[in-house]
DNA sequence: CGTGTAAGGAATTCTGACACG
DNA sequence: CGTGTAAGGAATTCTGACACG
């Protein structure tokens, strides 16, 4: 969730490939950019560059954009979505938190 | 094996982002191309693109070149494996069929 | 053989703006 | 709001060649 240098994540993609992945043009992909739904990298001389992950949340996009939805409607279900993540993840924690005391101090029933 | 558009395997990456993740420079990434060691795909323009795979693949080339091993000879071991690879590759169609086989025909022992 | 480099040109990408709606 | 486009410039990539070794 922090170090993650695979495949799906890592920004190797220029916006010309990725126009070709998605279908949008290269237009569209700036704009989302620009209204916060996907966030490229850049090189040393400031070419964008985007992860397999960023051409799948592009095609939802599209898809969604293609409903009618807006922009901004969008980037609030992104939000509300990354919420959601944040908290099974703090569910999990728990859980392991849990299981480390009771590996500890053996199990408590009731 | 033949319909594989996996984060792995699709050309995407563009030469300059290829040199920065194997540390070659552009010259010897070209040059290997030249040696029949890798296969980059082209985008209309003529630019080349290089999938996830082909970078690791670089990067073996690389380590191999540091020993000294000429790219001829690296081109050698790599036909002989993927030789390997394709009678592997026969010996489980083998097993599979001759699975097939039993299951209508019944298993014969001995 | 393997790699660096300068050369000239072409493909790619960038930003800010105008247009339409 | 979302997208197209022309504009000018900068970054990226291409090929063929010369150099060294």
Do not use: C, W
Request: proline share 2%; hydrophobic share 30%; no cysteine.
């Amino acid at each position: 969730m922090a170090i993650d240098p695979s495949y799906k994540t890592r920004k190797v993609i220029t916006i010309g490939i990725v126009s070709e992945l998605t279908g949008l043009s290269e237009r569209q992909i700036r704009y989302y950019e620009e209204r916060k739904l996907i966030f490229p990298e850049r090189t040393e001389g400031g070419n964008r560059k985007y992860s397999f992950a960023d051409v799948e949340q592009l095609i939802e996009i599209a898809n969604k954009r293609e409903e009618g939805i807006q922009t901004y409607e969008i980037r609030q279900e992104m939000l509300k979505a990354k919420e959601k993540r944040k908290e099974e993840d703090r569910k999990v924690r728990n859980q392991m938190l849990r299981g480390q005391i009771n590996a500890r101090f053996g199990i408590q029933k009731e």
